[in-house]
């Protein structure tokens, strides 16, 4: 869901409450609305967030309970914890790591800070957009460059692109919404020729999903390249969305400010994803799991779009990029009245995007979907 179709819904979840409060019976009907929305979540197949449906993985769950122990805490010794275990991970030092609620925070800092300064953005497109969103509200500009036909981002156009107004370059690899990734090799290049003096940013929230999983991710060249910033989520392989906590790496000066900018500071991670978080870094085999069932879920889409006839990319992600031609034009809104969530976008009309569940869920999916080719 985007930033705006999140405030769209809680603006007319707090309507509807607030309608219902004042028709006089508000317990009541509370509680059956309650009630209901949990018999509906429970029969949706919502393949429309990019969500791991396996997560949290047990050892998360443990981790939550027992965290509760120490929740009269400020969780300042788990964040130490939590930056110590991501900088050995990733051979770096603990103060190069930045700790927040979701990579969402971050990306909208990032966002502001060049908003604030009237900056540009320079970005491919289409991609995830919430660094641009915070950008522009804040007063930034944004170039975008379309990606090539193969729905691949074009780092020979982006770097084309790259001028003195530039102020940061987002980079979303594996890309959202496109599924495709860019080669490792060349991306390097491509981070190694921005100058030095422009902020570039690569959000590798698909990262485990990719074709070289972690051996595909420019967290090596942040030792090299002081204005780069690398973002990770815990919300997507590790299973972690619903807890919110994700992170940054950079150099020193760019996590100072980060820190900075952020009014909740680090601990905006509470102690329950801070304790998730921990235990799920300690738990390789989860891991492995929830990316082999991915790989599982999506072979069924893409067998049935064999059959038929549907081109797609090759998704290095957890979702499906699909253009919507091939199907009926009103097959999203189709799709949910049969229980299934997918995604469209008002200003992409072009694809729909279709995120992996569990294999049952993506059997359903393709038994639905298939009342609607064209
Ligand atoms: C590419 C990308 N980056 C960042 C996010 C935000 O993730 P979170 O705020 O849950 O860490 C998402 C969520 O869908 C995403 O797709």
Known sequence: MTDISR??????????????????????????????????????????????????????????????????????????????????????????????AGSTEILSLLGQHVGLMKGEILTAWPTFPTIISAGEIAGATTKKVLVDSNERIDLNKLNAEISDKTSLIFLCNPNNPTSTEVDTKALKAFCRAVPSNILLCVDEAYIEYSKNGLAGSMMSLVSELPNLVVIRT??????????????????????????????????????????????????????????????????????????WGV????????????????????VVSKMKKDGVLITKWNDMKDHIRISIGKPSEMEAFVKKAEKYLV
Request: with cysteine; net charge positive.
């Open 234 to 307: 815990f919300s997507k392989a590790y299973g972690l969305a619903g807890l919110r906590i994700g992170y940054a790496i950079s150099s020193m000066g760019n996590i100072e400010q980060l820190q900075m900018r952020h009014p909740g500071r680090e601990i905006a991670a509470g102690v329950a994803p801070l304790s998730a978080a921990i235990a799920t870094m300690e738990d390789p085999e989860f891991l492995r799991h929830c990316v082999s069932k991915n790989q599982e879920g999506k072979q069924i889409v893409y067998d049935a779009y064999q059959k």
């Open 311 to 330: 081109s797609h990319a090759k998704s290095s992600t957890s979702f499906i990029y699909t253009r919507h031609e091939h199907f009926d034009k009103d």
């Open 7 to 100: 405030r769209k819904w809680l603006q007319s979840s707090l309507l509807a409450s607030s309608a219902l409060l004042i028709s006089g019976s508000a317990n009541a009907a509370l509680d059956l609305s309650k009630k209901q929305i949990t018999q509906q979540n429970n029969e949706l197949i919502k393949l429309n967030y990019n969500e791991n449906p396996w997560g949290p993985s047990k050892k998360a769950r443990e981790a939550v309970i027992k965290g509760l122990d120490i929740s009269n805490r400020y969780p300042d010794d788990l964040v130490e914890n939590l930056k110590k275990k991501i900088a050995l991970k990733n051979q770096t030092d603990p103060r190069q790591v930045f700790i927040s």
